[in-house]
Nanobody, 126 residues
Framework: QVQLTESGGGGGQVGGSLSVSCIGS????????IVWFSKAPGKDREFVGA????????WYRDSVKGRFTVVRDKAKNMVTLQMNSLKLEDTAVYYC???????????????????WGRGTQVTVSS
C-alpha cells in the first residue's frame, strides 16, 4: 500500500508562519506531483498548492499566492508547505495527496487522487 503522512502544523498566529510536511512511499512519492488540500469546518476539501514530481514547478490557489510555498526536498524525500502571513481563514485540516497518473500539472479536484495522508490540523488564532 502507498502511504502518505503529514506532519507539522499546529497552532499559529495571524501574520505568523507554520509549515506542514509530507512523506510517502516510493516510487509514487518521487514520481508524482504532491498536492495539498485543505478542509475547513463545514466546507469541502479545497486545492491549496502542488509541486511537480521533479520539484521544478509549483501551483497555488489564488488566496494563498505570495503567502504559501510548496517545496520538494529531494535529499530528505519530503515535500513541505510553508505557510506565511497566516490568516484566520487558513484554519483547516491539511492533507497531502498523490496519484501515479499525475506527475506534473495537478488537477484541483480531490477525486483525482488515489493516495492521501490522514491530515494534520492547522489552527490560526489572533
Amino acid at each position: 500500500q502507498v502511504q502518505l503522512t503529514e506532519s507539522g502544523g499546529g497552532g499559529g498566529q495571524v501574520g505568523g508562519s507554520l509549515s506542514v510536511s509530507c512523506i510517502g512511499s516510493e516510487p509514487v512519492f518521487s514520481n508524482s506531483a504532491i498536492v495539498w488540500f485543505s478542509k475547513a469546518p463545514g466546507k469541502d476539501r479545497e486545492f491549496v498548492g502542488a509541486v511537480s514530481w521533479n520539484g521544478e514547478n509549483t501551483w497555488y490557489r489564488d488566496s494563498v499566492k505570495g503567502r504559501f510555498t510548496v517545496v520538494r526536498d529531494k535529499a530528505k524525500n519530503m515535500v513541505t508547505l510553508q505557510m506565511n502571513s497566516l490568516k484566520l481563514e487558513d484554519t483547516a485540516v491539511y492533507y497531502c495527496a498523490a496519484d501515479p497518473a499525475i506527475a506534473m500539472t495537478p488537477l484541483t479536484s480531490p477525486a483525482a487522487y488515489r493516495y492521501w495522508g490522514r491530515g494534520t490540523q492547522v489552527t490560526v488564532s489572533s
